[in-house]
């Protein structure tokens, strides 16, 4: 992976919402992976700054938590169409979430998975990286080959993500995810991490080994990686 050091959360921002423009700039109906969390945000603000017309762009999200009742404003339906959709102009009926077709759970995976090679495959997927080293919602023990699907969130990831709810029994215990595999299958990828408390996480995906117990080190399978980390982040690289 290409690892670089940034100031700054926005300075990172930046530099990847360049490569977005960049991407709409030869295909402006290219095909985003979309990241949900605090960690994309400074994308999506470069991006709007830009003012890039993204009306054309395909969209889908890495995960959705199962268990929300619908409409739900922390369901990442509900994220992406308010951070992503709404503010940078792109056509909600071309911008998908995990399960969002209200089929079966049991075989919403595969659906989406149809879905994404339907479209041609992602061209460019923003990846953020938990405590735990997970992306999307693969969690440590994921296989590496892991295609979208059902899976049970960490007691870690409920903690860091009870901020977006009352308390932390409102935390759902259970996602759709794309897998492994399926992000490994996009065209480029680019991780980013802000904060010591993604230090351990992120020296795991670039420099540890390729691994299960550390999910996000499946980025080193990858040809075309960017990492974006500010100092806190990159605190334990060596
Ligand atoms: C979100 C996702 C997760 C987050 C990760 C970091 O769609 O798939 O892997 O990227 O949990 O979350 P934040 O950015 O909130 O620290």
């Known amino acids: ?4 050091i940034v100031g700054s959360a926005v300075e990172a921002g930046a530099i990847a919402a360049d490569r977005i423009a960049a991407l709409v700039a030869r295909k402006p109906d290219a095909v985003l992976g979309l990241a949900t969390g605090s960690t994309p945000l400074p994308v999506w603000a470069a991006l709007r700054e830009r003012g890039v017309d993204l009306s054309r762009v395909r969209g889908f999200a ?20 308010r951070d992503v959709v709404e503010p940078l102009g792109l056509d909600p009926a071309l911008v998908r979430v995990p399960g969002d077709d209200g089929g079966p759970v049991e075989t919403a995976g595969a659906r989406y998975e149809a ?13 953020g990286i938990g405590r735990t080293g997970h992306i999307g919602f693969n969690e440590p023990g994921s296989s590496l080959a892991s295609r979208t699907r059902v899976k049970t969130l960490t007691d870690a990831t409920r903690a860091d993500n009870a901020r977006f709810f009352d308390t932390i029994d409102d935390v759902p215990r259970h996602c759709l995810t794309q897998g492994l595999g399926t992000i490994l299958d996009a065209r480029e990828l680019v991780l980013l991490a802000f904060g010591e408390a993604k230090a351990e996480a992120v020296a795991g995906a670039v ?7 550390l999910p996000g080190s499946v980025i080193q399978l990858h ?9 806190a982040a990159a605190g334990r690289l060596r």
Not at 1 to 4: D, G, I, P, S, Y
Not at 63 to 71: F, R
Not at 115 to 127: K, M, N, S, T, W
Request: hydrophobic share 45%; proline share 9%; glycine share 10%.
């Open 1 to 4: 992976a290409e690892v670089v």
């Open 62 to 81: 890495l995960d959705e938590y199962l268990g929300l009742p619908p409409g739900d404003p922390e369901s990442y339906a509900s994220v992406i169409a």
């Open 115 to 127: 879905a994404i090679r339907a479209a041609g495959g992602v061209d460019l997927q923003i990846l």
């Open 207 to 213: 420099e540890g080994p390729v691994s299960a117990s």
């Open 223 to 231: 040809p075309e990686v960017t990492v974006l980390v500010d100092e």
